[in-house]
């Protein structure tokens, strides 16, 4: 079992930045892949982006790419999500997730969520 906890959300006005972590820890040594995932109220839950950690790989929403960042640190299993050029449509509950090799998110782990709010 991996236990995720997420931190950085908060309340941030349009055009400015967060950098959301991700901490897993407990059974971490079948990660293959950690994501970001962000639920806004009333509507469903959206893939953001990931990294794998063989080969470093990274893949992101249309949505924003070119503005969210995602990078890691394997040796600490902690990924992290650079938010630029924020808007109010990004106002959502961020949820990171963590995956095993050939197994999708819905069969992985998940963090508590953490709430992004950007105000216009």
């Known amino acids: 079992q991996v236990q995720l906890v997420e931190s950085g959300g908060g309340l941030v006005q349009a055009g400015g930045s967060l950098r959301l972590s991700c901490a897993a820890s407990?059974?971490?040594?079948?990660?293959?892949?950690m994501g970001w995932f962000r639920q806004a109220l009333g509507k469903e839950r959206e893939f953001v982006g990931d990294?794998?950690?063989?080969?470093?790989?990274?893949s992101y929403a249309d949505s924003i790419k070119g503005l969210f960042t995602i990078s890691g640190d394997n040796a600490k299993n902690t990924v992290y999500l650079q938010m630029n050029s924020l808007q109010p449509e990004d106002t959502a509950v961020y949820y990171c997730a963590a995956r095993c090799h050939g197994l999708g998110y819905d069969r992985g782990s998940w963090g508590q969520g953490t709430q992004v709010t950007v105000s216009s």
């Open positions: 990294i794998v950690w063989s080969g470093v790989r990274t």
């Open positions: 407990g059974h971490t040594f079948n990660n293959y892949a």
